[in-house]
């Protein structure tokens, strides 16, 4: 028997229209930017206020200025000392952050469980002092925002022509912007997902196999990512992060033993 002829699409009701105009005006491109400018800025602003009310590293709720990030700042110091062996011991980290909070004291200690890789990418910054570090930290989260919205361009047609749009946007979304002023790696995570994404969608393995070895540095994410890449059959890429893990591996093993 042929298969029952498909039922013509009903059409839009009258609210509905009316709906799709009132969305299509709040997310016209000039009120987005709006949005995001005034959203950056306010962000912005109350950063600003709130390290300048501080004149040490701790502030007075007792959280250390850039937050999380202390916790990388201390683990490529720990690097820069020549104590790699000893980067996973607590008291370890705990002394290199007293040492770098003093005369202050704070509660607890940010611990550095991350691969001993990143710990070494940390150390060029923790030659730096810590505000500084820090500002310079927060730049670089805010610039892989971006880079992740330009690769997502070419393979989300309607983001091309609006991608620094959507970058602002994506950073101004206050969770975003919390971790990269909290001192956290949210912002290159998505870059690097954004670029496994994209070379496995236009066929380069080499910059998804980079990637993904260079997401190592979040096993969690990148085992499933790659076990997706094998089941697709994506051998080259799944090679090339084999090859990147390694060799952040062995300069962990220069570095840390």
């Given at each position: 028997?042929?298969?029952?002829?498909?039922?013509?699409?009903?059409?839009?009701?009258p609210w509905q229209d009316e709906l799709a105009r009132?969305?299509?005006?709040?997310?016209?491109?000039?009120?987005?930017?709006?949005?995001?400018?005034?959203?950056?800025?306010?962000?912005?602003?109350?950063?600003?206020?709130?390290?300048?009310?501080?004149?040490?590293?701790?502030?007075?709720?007792?959280?250390?200025?850039?937050?999380?990030?202390?916790?990388?700042?201390?683990?490529?110091?720990?690097?820069?000392?020549?104590?790699?062996?000893?980067?996973?011991?607590?008291?370890?980290?705990?002394?290199?952050?007293?040492?770098?909070?003093?005369?202050?004291?704070?509660?607890?200690?940010?611990?550095?469980?991350?691969?001993?890789?990143?710990?070494?990418?940390?150390?060029?910054?923790?030659?730096?002092?810590?505000?500084?570090?820090?500002?310079?930290?927060?730049?670089?989260?805010?610039?892989?925002?971006?880079?992740?919205?330009?690769?997502?361009?070419?393979?989300?047609?309607?983001?091309?022509?609006?991608?620094?749009?959507?970058?602002?946007?994506?950073?101004?979304?206050?969770?975003?912007?919390?971790?990269?002023?909290?001192?956290?790696?949210?912002?290159?995570?998505?870059?690097?997902?954004?670029?496994?994404?994209?070379?496995?969608?236009?066929?380069?393995?080499?910059?998804?196999?980079?990637?993904?070895?260079?997401?190592?540095?979040?096993?969690?994410?990148a085992l499933p990512v790659?076990?997706?890449?094998?089941?697709?059959?994506?051998?080259?890429?799944?090679?090339?992060?084999?090859?990147?893990?390694?060799?952040?591996?062995?300069?962990?093993?220069?570095?840390?033993?």
């Open positions: 028997m042929p298969p029952p002829p498909t039922p013509p699409p009903r059409g839009r009701t009132i969305v299509g005006r709040l997310t016209s491109p000039f009120r987005l930017r709006f949005f995001a400018t005034a959203c950056l800025t306010i962000w912005l602003a109350g950063l600003v206020l709130r390290l300048l009310a501080t004149e040490g590293l701790v502030e007075d709720n007792q959280e250390v200025v850039g937050r999380d990030f202390i916790a990388f700042y201390t683990a490529g110091r720990i690097i820069r000392e020549g104590e790699g062996p000893q980067l996973y011991r607590l008291l370890v980290q705990q002394r290199a952050q007293e040492l770098l909070l003093a005369p202050e004291v704070r509660p607890g200690t940010g611990y550095f469980v991350y691969p001993a890789f990143l710990a070494v990418a940390y150390a060029p910054l923790a030659s730096l002092p810590y505000r500084v570090a820090f500002y310079v930290h927060s730049a670089g989260l805010a610039l892989a925002v971006g880079l992740g919205a330009f690769l997502l361009r070419r393979q989300l047609r309607a983001l091309a022509p609006h991608w620094l749009l959507a970058a602002a946007l994506t950073l101004a979304w206050f969770p975003m912007f919390h971790s990269v002023i909290g001192g956290q790696n949210t912002a290159i995570t998505f870059a690097l997902l954004a670029a496994i994404y994209v070379g496995t969608a236009e066929r380069r393995p080499w910059l998804a196999g980079v990637a993904l070895g260079l997401l190592t540095f979040k096993p969690q994410y790659g076990l997706v890449l094998l089941a697709r059959r994506e051998y080259t890429g799944a090679a090339i992060a084999a090859g990147v893990a390694l060799l952040l591996y062995g300069v962990a093993a220069v570095y840390c033993g």
